[in-house]
Each structure stands twice: as C-alpha cells, then as structure tokens.
C-alpha cells in the first residue's frame, strides 16, 4: 500500500485556476492508481482518506499527460462542463508518519 496526496483544480475556458482541493488517500499501488486514473473507463470506486470522493468524476477524458513519472502525475481532464487539473504525488507507506496512517486506515 501507498499513499497519494492529490490535488484537483478547477480550471475556467482561459484554463486558469479557479477553485482548487487536496485530498491524502491511501492506495492499492502507484501503478494502479495511475492506470485508474488515466483509463476513461476506469473503476470509480469511492476512496476514504482526508475527504471522500473518487479520484476522477465520470465521463472525464483525459486531454493531456504534462508529467508521469514513478513519484508524480500531473494530467487535464474535461468532462464536457469543465476542465481540472488533477496533480498527484506517491508517498511510500514508511514514509506516512504513524499518526496520519493510523487517521487514513
């Protein structure tokens, strides 16, 4: 297991930011968690961490992969309404301090 912090931004039709939230979750793997997000017909199932949601709404297609690598991904989805940037680092389960592990299990 690891854990994700990730942060979505609400973008206006200049796709600047508007409105933005952060959410700490933990995760199966960062591979999957990075699959989830980019496939368009990915599961949404519901994650329980610092707040409750899914880590993409539906019917969000991705339009472009800015970074992917093994420790952050930064994407823009649209979902036909409005466009977020959805930004995410992986936190290694030993590097979680005990206290917020303990919050987020």
Known sequence: MIYIVQ???????????RDFQSVVFPYQSWDKYKKDLLE???????IHGTMIGNIKG?????ERVMIN???HIEIVVDNGYVKTNIKAYKVEKDRMSYTCRKVLT
């Not at 942060?7 to 930011?17: G, R, V």
């Not at 368009?40 to 519901?46: F, L, P, R, S, T």
């Open 7 to 17: 942060t979505n931004t609400s973008l206006d039709d200049l796709e600047k930011p």
């Open 40 to 46: 368009e017909d990915a599961v949404h199932e519901i």
């Open 58 to 62: 539906r019917y969000c297609k991705v």
């Open 69 to 71: 690598d093994d420790y």
